[in-house]
């Protein structure tokens, strides 16, 4: 099992840019693709973006293609999300996700982190 932390969330105008943090607990950090999913208010969870166990495939939802980047450092059980262009309707708590090689689903899941975009 492992435990997942958010951090970097925070209010920034519209245009600017936030990186979003998640530090796993465990020793087996590289054994789990990593997802970012976000939740906006009477919405429901959508997917972001995700990369790969060794951090050579990464994949965005169209809407952030261009503006969001993730990474992994592996050496750190950290996963990032750089947020550059930000937009209003980009305002959602995110979360991040591990999806063990076992699975085909994302199992465990961190309390997320509120970003809110301002116009």
């Known amino acids: 099992q492992v435990q997942l932390v958010e951090s970097g969330g925070g209010l920034v105008q519209a245009g600017g840019s936030l990186r979003l943090s998640c530090v796993a607990s465990?020793?087996?950090?590289?054994?789990?693709?990593m997802g970012w999913f976000r939740q906006a208010p009477g919405k429901e969870r959508e997917f972001v973006s995700s990369i790969n166990r060794s951090g050579s495939n990464t994949y965005y939802v169209d809407s952030v293609k261009g503006r969001f980047t993730i990474s992994r450092d592996n050496a750190k059980n950290t996963v990032y999300l750089q947020m550059n262009s930000l937009k209003p309707e980009d305002t959602a708590v995110y979360y991040c996700?591990?999806?063990?090689?076992?699975?085909?689903?994302?199992?465990?899941w961190g309390q997320g982190t509120q970003v809110t975009v301002s116009s």
């Open positions: 996700a591990a999806r063990p090689s076992w699975s085909q689903k994302y199992e465990y």
């Open positions: 465990g020793r087996t950090f590289s054994s789990y693709a």
